[in-house]
């Protein structure tokens, strides 16, 4: 059975907000403490994230766990640190009343070692139930905790017991967790933690079962490296994260090089690009990546960076914060800075970089073209690039600069004499082509335009 990718994804814009750091949680659940209603903010953030343009919240772990979320205790029931069940259901139908989609993020390849039946596994050892539901059980030897038997973690984390996903007891056990999470909070879709390295099978069987229950239900997995197409297609998922262009957003300007990104973007979505049909998850940054404000070594190239991102195809996505410039490092062992605590959201209407990456997000709104449209790389050098986004009905041209200087841009394309652009970051700016041929004018230091055609002789 083929497929079909949810029709709100054409239009999605998300907002990704890792919970436990944004409120400010413990480190540490103590499984004993009264639940605290910290999540319950997340609802003063609706307006900001709908003011922003956003219409999807990817919200990261939020169920009973050991420490950060992906070390799952418990399935059935949102972490005493954020809340309770009720704390989540409350969310959603407040998202929902204001057009906001929710996915929530979830950690399938692993639990963590206070998950029951890995706590039956280790007060009962082979006579557990329990014991096939685990990777590489050995009770010829003891894990690196001391238990009485060995297992498989997460690469070299122990604390990270990996689930047998071929079993059809752990797979039914986790469709049915899906269910609760459907029924109980009305959620639009998964974002699977570690996908590529989940057991292919057991994606494929759950995407029936979420597409059978709920048509629209979308699913994105994490993945690092590879053909995106092994997880994303007809059999598996709708998406996966696209890491490939993240690397190249940020590395093209920290190398005076868009030769790179333009190399990624013409191989995934040009002319025979190899994913044009996929609506991949693009990012500037995320809860595993240095902030985007910190990774770059001339943060003026943030202007050009979020220019592509949202109008390069697929679905954009912000990570709470990075939208005004908040920065953070990645630790050695420890994505703490990355996840942090904000109390408050400040005054966004003096911050150039937020009303920047809001103008961008509502002209992507407005402006199927730069949903739909087919994607062609117009012109590329060390420090410019020009690509545009075209449909049966439309042509958007975009020229981005990373020049400390002003620049002219002339390119060379497929156009007839006379036809008018005008910027949709300044209107004020119009040009006229000429045969075959664009020269666009006064492109600023670090600077945008995003030319839209105003007339057209078929």
Not at 430 to 446: E, G
Request: proline share 3%; glycine share 6%; with cysteine.
């Amino acid at each position: 059975m083929q497929r079909e990718v949810p029709s709100w994804m054409s239009d999605a814009v998300f907002y990704h907000i890792y919970p436990l750091g944004l409120v400010g949680a413990p480190a540490a659940n103590d499984f004993e403490s009264e639940p605290m209603d910290r999540m319950a903010v997340l609802n003063d953030w609706i307006p900001h994230i709908k003011h922003l343009g956003c219409n999807a919240l990817y919200l990261g772990p939020v169920f009973e766990s050991d420490f950060h979320g992906y070390d799952t205790a418990n399935y059935y029931l949102v972490d005493r640190r954020l809340g309770t069940n009720q704390t989540l259901r409350d969310l959603s139908h407040n998202l929902h009343i204001h057009g906001i989609k929710l996915v929530l993020d979830t950690v399938f390849n692993h639990v963590g070692r206070n998950f029951p039946p890995f706590k039956d596994l280790q007060l009962h050892g082979e006579a557990s139930i329990y014991k096939d539901w685990f990777v590489d059980v050995d009770f010829t030897r003891q894990s690196t905790y001391g238990d009485s038997f060995y297992y498989e973690g997460w690469f070299d984390a122990y604390n990270l017991v990996k689930l047998n996903l071929r079993n059809p007891e752990v797979a039914d056990y986790l469709f049915h967790v899906v269910a609760f999470w459907m029924d109980e909070f009305d959620i639009d879709g998964l974002r699977l933690d570690v996908a590529e390295i989940m057991d292919k099978d057991f994606l494929s069987a759950l995407s029936v079962f979420c597409r059978n229950r709920k048509s629209e239900f979308w699913l994105m997995g994490e993945v690092i490296e590879g053909d995106y197409r092994e997880w994303a297609n007809d059999n598996m998922l709708d998406s996966t994260t696209n890491y490939e262009a993240y690397k190249g957003l940020y590395s093209s300007h920290n190398d005076k090089n868009y030769f790179e990104i333009a190399h990624s973007l013409n191989r995934q979505f040009g002319y025979e690009g190899v994913y044009q049909d996929l609506l991949l998850y693009n990012f500037a940054d995320n809860h595993d990546t240095t902030r985007i404000a910190s990774i770059l070594n001339d943060v003026r190239g943030i202007y050009p960076l979020h220019a592509i991102l949202f109008t390069m195809p697929g679905i954009p996505a912000v990570y709470y914060g990075s939208e005004w410039g908040i920065e953070a490092v990645k630790g050695a062992h420890d994505d703490t800075m990355l996840r942090p605590v904000v109390n408050a959201i400040p005054d966004l209407a003096a911050l150039p970089l937020h009303n920047f990456v809001r103008q961008v997000i509502a002209i992507r709104h407005e402006q199927d073209i730069l949903k739909k449209g087919a994607y062609r790389q117009l012109h590329v050098s060390h420090e410019q690039l020009v690509f545009s986004r075209e449909t049966v009905s439309g042509l958007i041209i975009i020229a981005v600069s990373q020049s400390d200087q002003q620049v002219d841009i002339g390119v060379h394309m497929e156009i007839q004499a006379g036809e008018e652009f005008r910027d949709l970051l300044a209107p004020q700016y119009h040009v006229f082509s000429s045969h075959n041929y664009l020269f666009i004018n006064d492109v600023l230091a670090f600077g945008v335009r995003i030319l839209l055609r105003v007339n057209h002789s078929a």
